[in-house]
């Protein structure tokens, strides 16, 4: 395989492994992300789907793989002729992230924290980001810096961020572990309207299986060799 199949195809992967230096080994399989595909991986503490974001999201070097592409983008052949300004750019362009607990920078206003994204890619949207403001309700707290925030409201901005470029990808590892349930609920909910609304694919994990799987997302559970040391993993519709 060479290229990927359609254009609604976002990634092809095909035996994409990471290894740690202690030998924890955590493959992709298979995996094929269409445009608007939402899934949930699943698994229990350490069996890799931090380290399967790091992966789709283009932060970690493969070891080994046989096909890797994000759209037409060779991304086995990125890494290994160190073309790391054209991953940060696909990244900055077409990924959004959630992380577990915001991690805005704190040097600068909400607004801004939102909008460094556009900065990046030099595109501006001020309806895109007046309606995710809006939808998100955290205008109020747009000239604030983050720790003047509550941890809601920062997940919130967290997910105005990640939506701020419409990526065509959105990844949210744990994006409701540090939350109070109720707030975990709406997390959830604002995540799945916004990626909706801008038609983007969505990859979670968490461990919150059955609250995460009432937003309709396809679950994809890590098969864990214990034996080995080895996590396997397939992704597909
Ligand atoms: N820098 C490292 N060096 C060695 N092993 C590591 C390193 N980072 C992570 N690991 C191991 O790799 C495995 C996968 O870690 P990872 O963080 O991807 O798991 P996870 O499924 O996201 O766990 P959790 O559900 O607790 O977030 C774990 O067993 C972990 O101990
Ligand atoms: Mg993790």
Redesign the pocket.
């Known amino acids: 395989m060479n290229q990927p199949l359609d254009g609604n195809s976002l990634f092809v992967l095909e035996n994409v492994s990471y290894q740690?230096?202690?030998g924890?080994k955590?493959i992709i399989t298979n995996a094929e992300i269409k445009k608007g595909d939402h899934f949930l991986i699943s698994?229990p503490?350490?069996?890799?789907?931090?380290?399967i974001l790091g992966l789709l999201s283009l932060a970690l070097k493969p070891r080994l793989g046989k096909n890797f592409y994000f759209q037409q983008n060779d991304i086995l052949k990125l890494w290994n002729t160190k073309k790391r300004n054209q991953l940060s750019f696909l990244r900055a362009q077409f990924f959004g992230f959630v992380p577990q607990t915001a991690s805005l920078i704190p040097f600068l206003t909400i607004e801004e924290n939102i909008k460094l994204p556009q900065y990046i890619i030099k595109k501006y949207d001020q309806n895109w980001f007046d309606q995710l403001v809006n939808f998100l309700e955290i205008r109020s707290v747009l000239f604030k810096k983050p720790h003047q925030v509550s941890v809601g409201q920062r997940q919130r901005i967290a997910v105005a961020r990640a939506l701020i470029n419409k990526p065509l990808i959105v990844m949210a590892d744990?994006p409701t572990a540090s939350v109070h349930p109720t707030l975990a609920d709406e997390i959830l909910y604002l995540l799945i309207e916004t990626v909706t609304s801008s038609k983007s694919a969505l990859i979670i994990?968490s461990?919150d299986v059955e609250r995460v799987l009432r937003y309709g997302l396809k679950e994809m559970v890590c098969d864990i060799d214990n034996m080995q040391n080895i996590t396997r993993l397939q992704i597909y519709a």
Request: hydrophobic fraction near 20%; charged fraction near 20%; proline fraction near 0%.
């Open positions: 740690f230096s202690d924890i955590i698994g503490s350490g069996c890799g789907k931090s380290t744990e994990t461990h």
